[in-house]
C-alpha cells in the first residue's frame, strides 16, 4: 500500500485541532472490512466492552461526559441502525466516512515542503 495514500487517509480522519486515537483509526478499519456489530469488534481489537462503546461513541460523533466535562465527539464516520441478522446494533459507515475510506484509492502526490532545492540528497 502507498504510504503516502495511507498518510492521506489518516489526515481525513484527523479532526481539527483534535487527534483521533489510534484505537478509533483501527474501529473504523475493521468497519470498513466488514466487522458490523460491538460484540465482533470487541473481541477483534481485544478491548473490554466499555472501552469498545466509547470508540464507537466517537466515531458516531457522540459527546461524552469526562470528569465533569462534555468531551467532544468525533465527525460522525460511523452510523448504527438496528442488525437486520442478530441482536444488538449494526455498524457502517456513514458517507463522510465513506468519503475518508475513498482517499485510500485516490492517487496522492507527494509536494516538496519548501522551494529550496536540495544541494547534497543523503538518499540517493
Do not use: Y
Not at 71 to 81: C, D, L, M, S
Amino acid at each position: 500500500m502507498d504510504p503516502l495514500m495511507v498518510a492521506s487517509f489518516l489526515h481525513g480522519l484527523r479532526l481539527e485541532g483534535r487527534a483521533v486515537p489510534l484505537s478509533a483509526a483501527e474501529a473504523f478499519c475493521l468497519i470498513a472490512g466488514g466487522i458490523d456489530n460491538l460484540p465482533e469488534l470487541q473481541q477483534v481489537m481485544g478491548l473490554d466492552p466499555g472501552a469498545t462503546s466509547r470508540v464507537v461513541s466517537f466515531l458516531r460523533g457522540r459527546a461524552r461526559l469526562s470528569g465533569g466535562r462534555w468531551i467532544k465527539g468525533g465527525p460522525g464516520f460511523v452510523e448504527v441502525r438496528r442488525h437486520p441478522h442478530r441482536r444488538g446494533m449494526q455498524l457502517r459507515l456513514s458517507p463522510a466516512g465513506e468519503a475518508v475510506l475513498s482517499t485510500l484509492s485516490t492517487p496522492v502526490r507527494a509536494t516538496p515542503l519548501c522551494n529550496t532545492p536540495a544541494i547534497d540528497d543523503p538518499w540517493k
